[in-house]
């Protein structure tokens, strides 16, 4: 069985998958506050990236918001669909709308990330 998703503050969740992978994604949340996505910009497999490190960018026709990796690693997989399919990010954050996967350097890391119920109150306390 996974282990359970954890949540970056800046809106990126991260799960643990089988084989030592971190599969990441943007939250239901982000997705709702960016609105009308336009543009996703994926990073290259292979690239090294430190927590906090920008990912890559999503585009909305409100702003441009970056996606910051939420543990340090390498990019293994990227999912080259989502940009020409930006409607799954609304329909399936969790699932099909995954953004990466990287190989932790560190899968300590994940322990300093948000659990559900802190995330949703880092949700809460944001201005609406």
Known sequence: MAAAMKFAKSHEWARPEEGGLVTVG???YA???LTDLVFMQLPDVGRR???GE???EIESVKAV???YAPVS???VEVNTALPSALETLGRDPYGAGWIVRLRPDDPAEMSALLDQAAYDAV???QPH
Do not use: C, T
């Open 26 to 28: 943007i939250s239901s």
């Open 31 to 33: 997705v709702e506050a």
């Open 49 to 51: 990236v430190k927590a």
């Open 54 to 56: 920008s990912l890559g």
């Open 65 to 67: 918001s970056d996606i």
């Open 73 to 75: 690693g390498e990019v």
């Open 123 to 125: 949700v809460k306390s």
